[in-house]
């Protein structure tokens, strides 16, 4: 009886490379894309019958903005190293002095889209600059800031004469 022909480990190793290229760099790629190309639809979809201020546009703008960077930074960080990987199990990725160069700068590009998330938030994001400020300083401390409850309260008069803060 004839034996079945064994799969080359060429073909086993190829295979294996494929299916993590896919799913280490395609299908992440392919998540945040949608998740946040979900995101900014709901955030741009607008309140019922309301229009939008100019700030909450340029707010939205901006968002949109830093969301598209994220995801652009992300692609362009890790496309090397993975296409690097593929073709090195399709053995078409010939070892040279400059290509082994070049994987090594690549792995270091993946590895800085870890590090540079943070920058990017910083330099496209107020919010995440000031939050940022709050948590970390160099140099003198921030100035204190004034408590909610030692702010000036500002009452309103009900139909009735009686203030809210008479209410309470």
């Known amino acids: 009886m004839p034996q079945p022909a064994k799969p080359s480990a060429f ?15 395609v299908v992440p790629l392919s998540l945040i894309s949608f998740l946040y190309m979900g995101m900014l639809a709901r955030l741009w979809k607008g309140a019922p019958g309301g229009r939008a201020s100019a700030e909450s546009r340029r707010g939205k703008k901006r968002v949109t903005r830093m969301v598209v960077v994220v995801v652009l ?32 700068v690549s792995h270091v590009l993946a590895y800085t889209n870890s590090c540079i998330n943070p ?21 003198k401390p921030p100035p204190p800031t004034i408590p909610p409850a030692a702010q000036t309260k500002t009452t309103r008069t009900t139909g009735n004469g009686m203030s809210n803060a008479d209410a309470l």
């Open 11 to 25: 073909g086993e190793k190829a295979s294996w490379n494929v299916s993590f290229f896919l799913s280490s760099y």
């Open 73 to 104: 930074v992300f692609a362009f960080c890790w496309c090397p190293i993975q296409v690097i990987l593929l073709l090195k199990s399709l053995q078409l990725y010939e070892l040279t002095h400059a290509s082994i160069i070049f994987q090594i």
């Open 119 to 139: 920058v990017l938030y910083a330099f496209l994001s107020d919010n995440f600059r000031k939050a940022f400020r709050k948590v970390v300083w160099c140099g």
